[in-house]
């Protein structure tokens, strides 16, 4: 069985911070793959990023920044530089390799960013 | 280019009505999905299909049903309406296995 842990279920930063959301999983595969949503306060879903079970590379896309460690079972996520626009719900995100149409969510952490 | 769309946004039943919620996705895309979302519980996956005929149970199927007719089109039918199905629903699709998944606006449902 797979299993994702956000044990952060609220974060609250001042603006300009650096913020980092935990994610744990579990899986059993070899071939798997990580994703990232965010979920505004409008309510809907955003795709952040995909990363299969063979890439460890630490990815950066402007101030995210994602650093993934197969011998801890974790996928973190990092803000730097948090602003207002940050603050949603933030969730982690499992599926088998080539069976993406099953994704195991974790259960959000929310981020609050006040100025 | 609309992505994924659900409807209607907001729907109130009275237990034991029934209906269908809505999903069109115009990406040509062969995975979709349907996924509940209930405080402190994420999202679950109710039903999905690999693409047109073909669909299958996720982890909370019971008391929904689903049909795939074309590609577009992936619509979740609540039989009789409970009220442990009052929930926020999404729909997603995704061009195949290992890719990113595209989600709806979601459709608040409340069932009195």
């Known amino acids: 069985a797979q299993k994702v842990t956000q044990a952060q279920t609220e974060i609250s930063v001042v603006e300009k911070e650096d913020v980092t959301l935990d994610c744990v999983y579990e899986?059993?595969?070899?071939?798997?793959?990580l994703f990232w949503y965010k979920q505004p306060p409008s309510g809907e879903l955003v795709f952040l990023i995909r990363r299969n079970s063979f890439d460890e590379q630490n990815e950066i896309s402007g101030r995210y920044s994602w650093n993934f460690q197969k011998s801890t079972s974790s996928f973190n996520f990092t803000i730097t530089a948090s602003q207002v626009v940050d603050s949603a719900v933030y969730f982690c995100a499992l599926s088998r390799g080539g069976t993406a149409s099953k994704l195991t969510f974790g259960t959000g952490t929310r981020l609050q960013v006040t100025l | 280019n609309a992505g994924v769309t659900q409807t209607p946004k907001f729907q109130v039943l009275k237990t034991g009505q029934s209906m269908t919620l809505q999903c069109a996705q115009d990406m040509n895309h062969e995975y979709m999905s349907w996924y509940r979302q209930d405080p402190g519980m994420g999202l679950r996956l109710i039903h999905y299909s690999v693409g047109a005929g073909i669909t299958d149970q996720g982890e909370v199927p019971n008391g929904y049903n689903v049909s795939r007719s074309t590609t577009e089109d992936f619509p979740l039918r609540l039989l009789s309406a409970a009220p442990s199905q009052t929930s926020v629903y999404f729909c997603?699709?995704?061009?195949?296995?290992?890719?990113?998944?595209?989600f709806g606006s979601g459709t608040r449902l409340t069932v009195v």
């Open positions: 997603a699709s995704s061009p195949g296995p290992d890719y990113g998944y595209t």
């Open positions: 899986t059993r595969d070899t071939t798997y793959y």
